[in-house]
């Protein structure tokens, strides 16, 4: 069975540091997607990125970005230049490429952003 | 211009009530979920419904009936409320098969029982 692991309940950064969570997975598949999903205190779930498991090139969208190692099952978020609005719950997220349509859920990293 | 809209946002209720949440999307996606997030924060899986067929049941009291009328839809009823029950629950929804990709949530709706 697939498992998502996230080890940092929690974690804390200095306004304009960076700061990396982390998430480890377990599959036997070789095809899927994985994501991070934010949720600040308005409890809205947003996408923040993802990263599918054939490209070999690490997603990046502005001030975040992963580091995928597929033979490790290890996949991090780095938050650049982090600002207090990026302070909410992070969750990793895995999901296969085809067939079932369930995505599994680590059990999240509250970051803390202090001024 | 809401893509994932749920309603209510709040209920609050007594226990042996029963209760029922409605999900609508309007993205076109084919595949809709209901997750329970309890107070630890961890998001679980219940169901998932694609073209209206039920194709992830997870352990979840049968108290819990979700009903999709159409593939915009997917409520969720649940009957005898329990102190447990107590959660924030969320819809999402998502493209289908290949394609699909991200999960689109919505606002969650935080059902308190007293």
């Known amino acids: 069975a697939q498992t998502v692991t996230q080890s940092q309940p929690e974690m804390s950064v200095q306004e304009a540091e960076t700061v990396t969570l982390s998430c480890t997975y377990d599959t036997s598949e070789s095809d899927y997607y994985l994501f991070w999903y934010k949720q600040p205190p308005s409890r809205q779930m947003i996408l923040v990125i993802r990263?599918?498991?054939?490209?070999?090139q690490n997603a990046t969208e502005n001030r975040f970005s992963v580091n995928f190692q597929k033979a490790a099952k290890s996949f991090s978020l780095k938050i650049s230049d982090s600002q207090l609005g990026d302070a909410a719950m992070y969750f990793c997220?895995?999901?296969?490429?085809?067939?079932?349509?369930?995505?599994?859920f680590g059990t999240g990293t509250r970051l803390k952003v202090l001024a | 211009d809401t893509a994932v809209s749920q309603t209510p946002k709040y209920l609050v209720t007594q226990m042996g009530n029963d209760k029922s949440i409605k999900c609508e999307q309007n993205?076109?996606?084919?595949?809709m979920y209901w997750y329970k997030q309890d107070s630890k924060k961890f998001l679980k899986i219940m169901f998932s419904y694609n073209n209206k067929e039920l194709i992830i049941n997870e352990t979840v009291p049968n108290r819990f009936s979700p009903k999709s009328p159409d593939k915009a839809h997917l409520n969720l009823h649940i009957n005898s409320l329990e102190l447990g029950d107590s959660a924030v629950y969320f819809c999402?929804?998502?493209?289908?098969?290949?394609?699909?990709?991200?999960?689109?949530f919505g606002p969650g709706t935080r059902l308190t029982v007293t």
């Open positions: 999402a929804s998502s493209p289908l098969g290949v394609n699909g990709h991200e999960q689109y």
């Open positions: 990263q599918e498991a054939y490209k070999q």
């Open positions: 997220a895995y999901r296969l490429y085809s067939g079932t349509y369930k995505y599994i």
């Open positions: 993205l076109g996606h084919d595949t």
